[in-house]
């Protein structure tokens, strides 16, 4: 009886392989292809205050291993460098509960690799509920 259950899920296997659809690779490879990007793009409201945005932004920035080249936590910014492109990531208020991050580029040439943006705000969103400790 083993032998029949195994030999039927090996044809099952073997006939119904794991496949990638050809949309998914395209999407895979426009992460990392230069090409224009929206200014909508670039723009993302979330539900948390702009402090603790600040913070994301930083972290989700060093975590996709981008060079900090300064932060500015009075005004709310935040100056990297990407794949040899500089971007300023602006934080501000919308309301006491949300805040807004816009990533743009410093030369306003908006021909780059949209992953530097998606990865910066899928980031935050996966570590929004996260809580800020104080490291002694």
Known sequence: MERIIVLILAIFMFFCPLTVSAEEIVDLSALTTSQNVKYQDCIKVFNT???????????????????????????GYVLFTAVGKQFLASISNVNTNQGMLKITPTDDNYYFQPGVVLNIFKYIELNLNTKLETIN
């Open 49 to 75: 205050d702009n402090v603790h945005l600040l913070y994301l932004t930083v972290a989700s920035v060093n975590a996709n291993r981008f060079k900090i080249d300064e932060i500015q936590s009075r005004n």
